[in-house]
């Protein structure tokens, strides 16, 4: 991938920190799979199963993506935690530094998400979904955090 010059000066803050954040999350990306899988975090049933739902959404929107076939890694991470929230038997989840961080900064995005968005004030059914949603996913960040 041929990277592409920008001039700082053109472009807003807003601009210029969602740049910084993308270009902090391939720093994560290509270091997911490298290190060694230390931090332990403790899942029960629902959060397993969540966490199931969660990943499967991600991999599809990592495979539609430009950079899904670009790296392998990824994908044996997403099987590794799927394979892991499937198992009954197992209750711990043990990740590297950067595929902890990895996780978190995905949660955290997606509930930043899910808080901006501007529903008309007839959508309460789909309000309510998306505040059900939103409790889940800060459910399964405190189990990260």
């Given at each position: 991938?041929k990277?592409?010059?920008?001039?700082?000066?053109?472009?807003?803050h807003?601009?210029?920190?969602?740049?910084?954040?993308?270009?902090?999350?391939?720093?994560?990306?290509?270091?997911?799979?490298?290190?060694?899988?230390?931090?332990?975090?403790?899942?029960?049933?629902?959060?397993?199963?969540?966490?199931?739902?969660?990943?499967d959404?991600?991999?599809?929107?990592?495979?539609?993506?430009?950079?899904?076939g670009?790296?392998?890694?990824i994908?044996?991470?997403?099987?590794?935690?799927k394979?892991?929230?499937?198992?009954?038997?197992?209750?711990?989840?043990?990740?590297?530094?950067?595929?902890?961080?990895?996780?978190?900064?995905?949660?955290?995005?997606?509930?930043?998400?899910?808080?901006?968005?501007?529903?008309?004030w007839?959508?309460?059914?789909?309000?309510?979904?998306?505040?059900?949603?939103?409790?889940?996913?800060?459910g399964?960040?405190t189990?990260?955090?």
């Amino acid at each position: 991938m041929k990277t592409q010059r920008v001039n700082p000066s053109t472009m807003n803050h807003m601009q210029l920190n969602s740049m910084s954040n993308m270009m902090g999350m391939m720093n994560t990306i290509q270091k997911i799979g490298k290190g060694k899988r230390k931090i332990t975090v403790k899942l029960d049933k629902g959060d397993k199963k969540f966490l199931s739902k969660f990943i499967d959404e991600v991999k599809k929107q990592f495979s539609s993506s430009a950079m899904g076939g670009a790296t392998p890694t990824i994908a044996s991470f997403f099987d590794y935690v799927k394979s892991i929230a499937d198992n009954k038997n197992q209750n711990e989840l043990k990740l590297s530094f950067e595929e902890y961080e990895f996780i978190k900064k995905m949660l955290v995005d997606s509930i930043k998400g899910m808080e901006s968005m501007q529903l008309k004030w007839y959508q309460f059914i789909k309000k309510g979904m998306l505040k059900v949603l939103a409790k889940q996913y800060r459910g399964l960040l405190t189990k990260f955090k």
